[in-house]
């Protein structure tokens, strides 16, 4: 599959899933990430819940490798930053002038467990479901058809975009452009780029207005959708289950305070 | 008398907030089957024209729109852009801004256009098929559209339109931004839909290749038809280098010739079989050695 | 109400939206990755509430933030998520002076110059006083602006001649978008930085984290050093952005600007 988004296919029980449902898990495993309180929760989701899926999904292999390729230069500066600079607290050890503070490396592992359940969650939802898929599906269900045409072609174009940004970056390189330096450098290498960018892609508007109007995008006839969305009484049981559940989070982390 | 299918009568446009018009005074019939080729320097309002015809003028830019507009009888301000679009079928230059983005393969992307006027799964399944068959792209059915060529793309692009089964088709420079086998493609393709009868409205800079396909050309020039006739009429004349417009390189030659006394024939040529057919006519004059 | 949010939403808007966002994301990243101490993620978020309208900007702006975390690396950051109500603020307040035509109005030189110097100063303040946090009592103690502009008058003065330069040439005749742009960034900095600090400890990845590290190794607290990092970024950042709109805005031909 093209660089063209995450999604890979694959024959598993998982892609075969509605997207909807697999959106309501996305949410609601965020939400019980988020909600319930402890250092260890994020983990015990990680583990407990996303680790099985992706095995399910088979795409375990690539859910792990890009989420610690993402998530690396976070965990680094916060287990740095947190540790090193927390005030009052409990010295684990001292080296030279630094006196890295339990306290700061308990909120470290507790907010990198955070961020690297937001990103599996959402990786191993982009990974099992066409975005189109789920636009259809949410068209079906009432969203406003503008809206998922927002979401699918943003989609696409971001990677295209930033494609024809390096280009421009490199062109502007092999022009003499310094990236690398101090501040000063690194701050001038942006406006050459950001300008024709910018100026470019707004030129670009009308036309792909004009194309897609040519294709009855404004059509008041009821859309029909080429894509056949499979979906179940179980699912949609699940579907309510899982929005029970997470108003249950969210009940619990109140009273817990 | 056979009604054309497009019919233009003393059509002017201003776009807002111009102070002259894109268009003055156009008239034009385009009757069933043919192909008419616009011809014109920058700015002269070919692709103004072509959005006249295709609805979009004055639907989507606004602006004064005086005289008619038909297409199959219909007049254009008396009907809406989404209903219209489905009679005149419309692509233009940039085969990239012609991707819709919302699609992930060819196949979806074509049948795009059809999930917006609710055509039913099966037959959007058949006719999705059939006009990649008449484009010869069903091999790339299951390839993101941002991973095809310029020539690629702009043939899906046509696909997209086709599929919609239009009365008319407008092209608006369609090969301008493609490499040379891009634009054999593309040609390929709209050769074989005149010939299977469609009518076809085409702004083109590539005069030879109108020279050969062209029922009719017409030469636009600051909004106004500056000339419309045959091919062989229109693209020799000399009103077409007195306002700048760029002919065929086989015309200038000939013309050069003709004034040196080399060239015999009555009529000068446009494409290279034309000018090879006229230049063996004066071979007699030659001594016999060059021969 | 209802009509002109409708209004908004033309097939030109559905198209634009998305390479918008695109915008964001691609600069955005590229800033992240150059490390420098600035988001400048909310140059298409801006665009469209200049061009469009607040509605129209708050959706750019909310989707960008939501996609961003879905995208395929290594354009992915997750960061971005938690902040999308931030964006939609931005969007907002950029339609807003965008529909009050603060984008097109042309400010005297002076006026820009009087920005410039009037926020490096402040920024001045903020910074020295933080840095000059005394909490020797078992509680911050922050100095007098009387005591610090006696203590550090050179600085100030150089920080007001610098901001002056900066918004003579920064600026230009675009004062009054620049003002817009700072109001945008000190609401910005304020409604961000309990999410930063609560989810986050202010951490991001990038090179603000900097600046939060600066803080807080002066001995101020998770959320001060939070809120003070917002503010010295936020502002700045969005009148960055705001001015590259107003630049862009005055690079377009007229007839693109008619929707």
């Not at chain 1, 990236?179 to 001038?188: D, H, S």
């Not at chain 2, 020539?151 to 040379?180: H, N, W, Y």
């Not at chain 3, 978008?177 to 960034?185: E, K, M, N």
């Amino acid at each position: 599959m093209d660089s063209l988004s995450i999604y890979a296919a694959r024959a598993s029980g998982l892609h075969k899933l509605n997207p909807v449902t697999k959106f309501s898990l996305t949410l609601f495993l965020l939400v019980l990430g988020l909600a319930l309180p402890g250092m260890w929760t994020s983990y015990l989701i990680l583990v407990l819940i996303i680790v099985p899926l992706a095995i399910w999904g088979k795409v375990l292999d690539r859910l792990t490798r890009i989420v610690l390729t993402i998530s690396w230069p976070f965990i680094l500066s916060v287990f740095i930053i947190q540790t090193l600079f927390w005030g009052k607290g409990t010295t684990l050890f001292e080296f030279g002038p630094f006196a890295p503070k339990l306290e700061g490396a308990i909120f470290a592992f507790t907010s990198s467990g955070r961020i690297l359940l937001i990103m599996a969650d959402f990786i191993l939802f982009s990974l099992a479901t066409r975005p189109d898929t789920l636009m259809i599906s949410l068209k079906q269900a009432g969203l406003y058809p503008g809206m998922a045409y927002i979401i699918v072609t943003t989609l696409q174009l971001v990677p295209q975009f930033a494609a024809k940004a390096n280009a421009i970056l490199n062109a502007q390189r092999a022009r003499g452009l310094e990236t690398q330096g101090n501040i000063l450098v690194r701050a001038r290498a942006l406006l050459p780029l950001v300008m024709p960018l910018v100026i470019g892609s707004l030129m670009e508007v009308e036309e792909r207005a004009i194309a897609i109007e040519a294709r009855a995008f404004n059509s008041k006839h009821k859309e029909t959708s080429l894509i056949e969305i499979p979906d179940s009484q179980v699912q949609r049981i699940v579907r309510i289950g899982m929005i029970v559940a997470a108003l249950l989070a969210i009940v619990i982390r109140i009273l817990w305070r | 008398m056979i009604m054309a299918i497009i019919n233009l009568q003393n059509v002017t446009y201003k776009y807002p907030l111009t102070d002259s018009p894109a268009l003055t005074n156009i008239n034009l019939q385009v009757n069933e089957g043919e192909f008419v080729a616009v011809i014109g320097p920058n700015g002269a309002g070919k692709s103004t024209l072509c959005y006249a015809i295709a609805g979009f003028v004055p639907h989507f830019f606004k602006g004064e729109l005086t005289g008619i507009v038909a297409v199959a009888g219909v007049e254009s301000h008396q009907s809406s852009l989404h209903e219209w679009v489905l009679n005149v079928g419309l692509a233009f230059q940039n085969p990239f801004n012609q991707i819709s983005g919302a699609k992930y393969t060819v196949f979806e992307e074509i049948a795009f256009g059809l999930e917006n006027i609710g055509v039913p799964r099966d037959e959007m399944k058949s006719r999705v098929t059939d006009a990649m068959k008449l484009t010869s792209i069903s091999d790339l059915a299951d390839r993101s559209p941002y991973s095809l060529s310029g020539g690629q793309q702009q043939r899906v692009a046509l696909t997209s339109i086709l599929v919609m089964q239009p009365k008319v088709l407008v092209l608006d420079e369609p090969t301008s931004q493609m490499d040379p086998i891009g634009t054999r493609e593309v040609f390929g393709v709209i050769r074989k839909l005149s010939e299977k009868g469609m009518t076809v409205v085409m702004v083109e800079h590539k005069v030879e290749w109108i020279a050969n396909f062209a029922d009719r050309v017409l030469a636009l020039h600051e909004g106004k038809i500056l000339l419309a006739g045959k091919p062989g009429d229109v693209l020799t004349s000399h009103l077409l280098t007195d306002k700048g417009f760029g002919i065929s390189r086989y015309t200038s030659v000939a013309r050069k010739a003709k004034e040196m006394g080399l060239w015999k024939k009555d009529g000068l040529p446009v494409t290279l079989d034309e000018a090879v057919e006229g230049f063996s006519q004066g071979r007699e004059n030659l001594a016999p050695t060059q021969k | 109400m209802l009509d002109n949010i409708k209004k908004e939403f033309s097939t030109r808007t559905l198209v634009l939206i998305p390479i918008a966002i695109a915008i964001n994301i691609a600069i955005g990243q590229l800033v992240y990755t150059l490390k420098l101490p600035i988001y400048l993620d909310s140059i298409g978020t801006v665009l469209v509430g200049a061009l469009v309208g607040p509605w129209a900007g708050a959706v750019t702006g909310g989707l960008a933030n939501l996609l961003w975390g879905v995208v395929p690396p290594p354009l992915q950051n997750a960061y971005a998520v938690p902040f999308f109500y931030v964006a939609i603020v931005i969007g907002l307040m950029a339609g807003f002076f965008g529909k009050r035509g603060v984008f097109e109005k042309e400010s005297p030189r002076w006026l820009s110059v009087v920005i410039g110097a009037v926020f490096f100063f402040a920024l001045a303040l903020f910074i020295l006083a933080f840095v000059n946090i005394d909490t020797s009592a078992g509680f911050p103690v922050y100095p007098s602006m009387k005591d610090l502009v006696a203590q550090y008058l050179v600085v100030f003065v150089l920080a007001a001649v610098i901001g002056a330069a900066i918004g003579y040439y920064l600026l230009q005749n675009g004062g009054y978008t620049g003002l817009a742009g700072l109001a945008t960034g000190l609401v910005a900095a304020v409604i961000s930085a309990p999410t930063s600090a609560k989810l986050f400890g202010g951490v991001t990845g990038g090179g603000t984290d900097l600046i939060v590290a600066a803080f807080r190794a002066d001995g101020g607290s998770l959320w001060a050093s939070v809120l003070a990092q917002g503010s010295v970024s936020d502002p700045f950042d969005k009148m960055l952005s705001f001015m590259v709109v107003w630049f862009i805005l005055r690079s377009l031909p007229a007839r693109f600007k008619a929707r």
